[in-house]
């Protein structure tokens, strides 16, 4: 009998829940912020259409995979898979073999996952749900909402656009956003940009009670209406 992965062999590895914790303990420190690491942003946000991560790893190809879409030349042996993914390759490397130590559980997660093709969701889900999914990317007024907290608070010192992003909030622990826990500039005092909050609700920090409102009130909005999604990731 072959030893189950620790996962179990019951369910399909999910990149949400299995893979992406992986890189939220060893890669999202350097990796994500206003100026990620080699411009490789693996946090853990949600984008249009997966996760700013799993956008990262297919635009800058970090894996290689068997990809349908792709022209009908014949697939040579040994062409897809971890041992021949730049994902893996560089963790070996010099600079990230000494910044980095993954538990041997986190490289089996990663190379599994890559070699089971790199899947994003952990099964069919492309059916009418009776409720319609909250869609989190696609909120254009949550957008706006914080476009113009941010326009007043952050306006001084970054270009608001820089410092609002959908995929910076995070849906499991709204006050760890990003934009909340960001370090402010000596100009705007001690703390971080979501802190003092209470002290002056009514002076310079009202907008960002309104900000970390703003993303309590989505994760309410989310658990009431939940994606696929949102199910795989627990
Ligand atoms: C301590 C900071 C740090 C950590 C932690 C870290 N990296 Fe990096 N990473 C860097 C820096 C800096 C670069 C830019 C190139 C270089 O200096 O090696 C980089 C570059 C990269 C690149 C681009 C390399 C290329 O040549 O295309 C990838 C991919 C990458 N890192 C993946 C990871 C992954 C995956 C993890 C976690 C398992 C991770 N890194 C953890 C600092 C870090
Ligand atoms: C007085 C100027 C100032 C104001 C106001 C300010 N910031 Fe910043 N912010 C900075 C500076 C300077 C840095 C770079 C600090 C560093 O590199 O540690 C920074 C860094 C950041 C970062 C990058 C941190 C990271 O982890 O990569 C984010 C995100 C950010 N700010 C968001 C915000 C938000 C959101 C607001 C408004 C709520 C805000 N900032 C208000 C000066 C400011």
Known sequence: MPTPPPWGDRRNLSFLRDVQPVFDRHCASCHSGLEPAGAVDLSGGLTAR????????????????SNVGDDAR????????????????????????????LSGEDWYRLTAWIDGNGPYHDGFINKRLAVPPYDLPADA??????????????????EPGAVTRIDWIDLRRP?????????????????????????????????????A??????????????????RDAR
Not at 141 to 158: E, I, Q
């Open 50 to 65: 997966y996760n700013r991560a799993y956008d990262t790893i297919l635009e800058k190809k970090l894996i290689a995979r």
């Open 213 to 230: 409102r703003l993303v309590r009130r989505t994760r309410l909005t989310r658990r009431a209406r939940p994606t696929q999604e949102a």
């Open 141 to 158: 007024a949550l957008l706006a909402k914080l476009s113009a907290v941010h326009a007043r608070r952050c306006g001084s010192c970054h």
């Open 74 to 101: 014949i697939t040579q042996p040994l062409e897809f898979g971890s041992h021949k993914s730049r994902l893996v390759e560089i963790l070996r490397e010099k600079g990230h073999a000494e910044r980095v130590r």
């Open 175 to 211: 006050e760890a956003s990003r934009f909340l826990v960001a370090p402010l500039g000596s100009g705007a005092g001690e703390g971080t940009a979501g802190a003092g909050d209470a002290a002056d609700a009514g002076g310079a920090g009202a907008p960002l009670v309104q900000g």
